[in-house]
T-cell receptor, first 114, second 116 residues
Framework: EAGVTQSPRYAVLQEGQAVSFWCDPI?????LYWYQQPRDQGPQLLVY????????NSQLPSDRFSAVRPKGTNSTLKIQSAKQGDTATYLC????????????FGEGSKLTVL | AQKVTQTQTSISVVEKTTVTMDCVYE???????LFWYKQTASGEIVFLIR??????ENATVGHYSLNFQKPKSSIGLIITATQIEDSAVYFC?????????????FGDGTVLTVKP
């Protein structure tokens, strides 16, 4: 079974540039999460979806961050006008409701904003 | 709102010994799940073990076990017979049982170093 796939693995931007991260969850997982993990910190939830619906985006900086999951499968997280404070690893995860209730994480997309 | 606190920033042990990592949590949910995840040097995050709040018995998986003290809102991770490859960052996390609160909240992690 394929795991959670993310791309790109790395991105380096100047402040003010935009970037999009893509995530393909495990097939059959209806719940998808985007987390931001700054260096030496735990993952912090940005947004999560059940199917195509946003369940919680209260921690998403809405002025520059956006996330979509139009068909309830793949998802895209976009950062417009990036700032140095956005430097972090962006993690996508999908939820296995039926078994242990655990999240399966992708390898992450490491963003550096210069 | 949920909150998870790991007070130990780092722990160093000699291999083959037992280590305990602490975690306390805050929640208003009456039923919830508690998890421990491990993040390796490559950045990969993997699930280790889960405790359901309504279960009194402590969960055990392989050489991982939990010390669940519900009155203290505490869920400690115990690793017995540690190995060099157990060196990693360990995160405690929790999720409400309500299907509308599927948000998983993490602590800031404890760095475990296992030395020969």
């Amino acid at each position: 079974e394929a795991g959670v796939t993310q791309s790109p693995r790395y991105a380096v931007l100047q402040e003010g540039q935009a970037v999009s991260f893509w995530c393909d969850p495990i097939s059959g997982h209806d719940t998808l999460y985007w987390y931001q993990q700054p260096r030496d910190q735990g993952p912090q939830l940005l947004v999560y979806f059940r199917d195509e619906a946003v369940i919680d985006n209260s921690q998403l900086p809405s002025d520059r961050f956006s996330a979509v999951r139009p068909k309830g499968t793949n998802s895209t997280l976009k950062i417009q006008s990036a700032k140095q404070g956005d430097t972090a690893t962006y993690l996508c995860a999908s939820l296995d409701r039926t078994n242990t209730g655990q999240l399966y994480f992708g390898e992450g997309s490491k963003l550096t904003v210069l | 709102a949920q909150k998870v606190t790991q007070t130990q920033t780092s722990i160093s042990v000699v291999e083959k010994t037992t280590v305990t990592m602490d975690c306390v949590y805050e929640t208003r949910d009456s039923s919830y799940f508690l998890f421990w995840y491990k993040q390796t040097a490559s950045g990969e995050i993997v699930f280790l073990i889960r405790q359901d709040s309504y279960k009194k018995e402590n969960a055990t998986v392989g050489h991982y076990s939990l010390n669940f003290q519900k009155p203290k809102s505490s869920i400690g991770l115990i690793i017995t017979a540690t190995q060099i490859e157990d060196s990693a960052v360990y995160f405690c996390a929790m999720r409400g049982h309500n299907t509308n609160t599927g948000k998983l909240t993490f602590g800031d992690g404890t760095v475990l170093t296992v030395k020969p």
